[in-house]
Nanobody, 121 residues
Framework: QIRLVESGGGLVRSGGSLTLACEAS????????MGWFRQAPGKAREFVTA????????YYAEFAKGRFTVSRDNAKSTMFLRMRSLKAEDTDVYYC??????????????WGQGTQVTVSS
């Protein structure tokens, strides 16, 4: 069982930047794809981005392209999400996921507990 722990959430002003991190408890996470989802209250969890186990291939939801960047450091078993030009509508709980990438998104097997991102307008 791989445990995923997010960090880096918080309050940021519109137009600002924030970097989230997701650290895996086990180095076996280095052999799986990882990604981010987000969810607002009362809404379905939506895909944000995914990265393959090498870190070389990244996939993004349309709203994330050009503003969000996913990366991973397998030496630290950690994935990052760099978010720029944040908007009020980016306010959500962001969840780290580990799993497989069948095509252009990720099918999660493991989930983190989530970290709140709030963008003030």
């Amino acid at each position: 069982q791989i445990r995923l722990v997010e960090s880096g959430g918080g309050l940021v002003r519109s137009g600002g930047s924030l970097t989230l991190a997701c650290e895996a408890s086990d180095r076996s996470a280095n052999n799986i794809a990882m990604g981010w989802f987000r969810q607002a209250p009362g809404k379905a969890r939506e895909f944000v981005t995914a990265v393959d186990y090498t870190g070389e291939k990244q996939y993004y939801a349309e709203f994330a392209k050009g503003r969000f960047t996913v990366s991973r450091d397998n030496a630290k078993s950690t994935m990052f999400l760099r978010m720029r030009s944040l908007k009020a509508e980016d306010t959500d709980v962001y969840y780290c996921a580990g799993g497989v990438i069948p095509e252009t998104t990720i099918t999660p097997v493991y989930w983190g507990q989530g970290t709140q991102v709030t963008v003030s307008s």
